[in-house]
Each structure stands twice: as C-alpha cells, then as structure tokens.
C-alpha cells in the first residue's frame, strides 16, 4: 500500500535477521504468504563450502562472507527493481554486513537507514533456547549449523541503535504475531497491497 512518495513503488525488502534457530526463517516465510510476495532464504545462497565448513564447526570469515552478502544482495535488488516487495530471511549479524544487504537499494546512501527499501527485523531469544533449538534440529538433520557455533553467532550479533532495527523476543512473542506487527510496521512502505 504505497503511499504519496513515489519511492514507495519500487518494493520494500523486510529482512528477519537474529542468530541461527532464533525462528527467522519461520518469520520470513510467513510474512512472505501475509504479504503475498516473494521469499529469499539466505542460506539457500551458501556455497557448499560456507555450510560444509559451518556444519564442521568453523565460523566463516568475512571473505567467506563476502560472495554470499553479494548474491543475496542481487537476488534482492532483483526483486526491489522489479517493484516487489520481499521478505527475506539473513542473519545478518553485523552492521557491515547489513549494509551490503542495504545497497541492493540502488538509492541508498550509507547512513541513510530511514529512507533505505531494505529494512531489518530482529529475532532475540535466550541462548539456552537458541542452543535447544539447534541441536534438535542439527540431530535431526534439518540444518547444517551445529550449536557449536551459537557462542560465535551471539558474540557478532551487533545492532546500532541509529540503524532504526526493529527487535523482537521470539520466546515471549509468538510468529504469528511478530508477522502481525510487522506489516503494521510497514505498511506505508509495502508496494503489496494489504489489508488493514
């Protein structure tokens, strides 16, 4: 539901970030059906050595980083230049990395959170939860990040308050709800239409 600015039809990218098994891929696929758009899995956009080396336990580097902030960044520019919203699920754990997701808006000026089409929401829950989450689902096979790495995860998760990051308490809040709130959140900015 755009409004008057005439930015407000290129789409909006609303990317669910937090630490592995806080619930964001969950988040993002149901904000996708709520908002009737497309839906970008990060990790989808993992080379095989990224999740080889990550379900051996070795947190990657920034150059392991690097190609697959870039891909997810195109795949997301894509759907922005297409005047698409997108819900997007990405850890984007750091603010640099944020920022490479950010420039899939042709338009964005770094700093300029405000009026940039990609926005972030935030998933946090307690570690305990986090770690019991990922080792039922690492022993279950459904994912290749193990509980090893949720230290690392938590250690980089940064979020500066200026960036304008909206955070939610995935233990105390249910999806549904977070889905709920977020398209109210956004919906000014959606290039989708959806109802009050």
């Not at 993992?46 to 697959?68: F, T």
């Not at 972030?120 to 039922?136: G, N, Q, T, Y």
């Not at 096979?141 to 998760?157: T, V």
């Amino acid at each position: 539901m755009a409004g008057s600015d005439p930015l407000a039809y290129q789409g909006l990218a609303i990317v669910v970030m937090g630490v592995s098994g806080c619930g964001k891929s969950t988040v993002a696929a149901m904000l996708a059906e709520a908002l009737g758009c497309s839906f970008i899995e990060a990790d989808d956009y993992h080379s095989q050595a990224n999740k080889a080396k990550m379900s051996e336990g070795i947190p990657l580097s920034d150059a392991d980083r690097a190609p697959w902030l870039e891909s997810l960044r195109d795949a997301i520019r894509e759907r922005l230049d297409g005047g698409e919203d997108v819900a997007v699920s990405c850890s984007a754990l750091q603010l640099r990395y944020r920022d490479v997701l950010r420039a899939a808006d042709r338009g964005y000026e770094p700093g300029e959170y405000a009026t940039c089409r990609v926005r972030f929401v935030c998933l946090r829950a307690s570690a305990e939860v986090i770690a019991e989450r990922m080792l039922r689902r690492s022993t279950e096979g459904k994912h290749f990040m193990p509980a090893s790495l949720l230290r690392s995860q938590l250690d980089l998760l940064q979020i500066d308050a200026t960036e304008g990051v909206t955070e939610f308490d995935a233990t105390t809040v249910r999806p549904g709800d977070i889905v709920l709130d977020t398209v109210a959140l956004f919906r000014e900015e959606l290039a989708s239409t959806v109802p009050s």
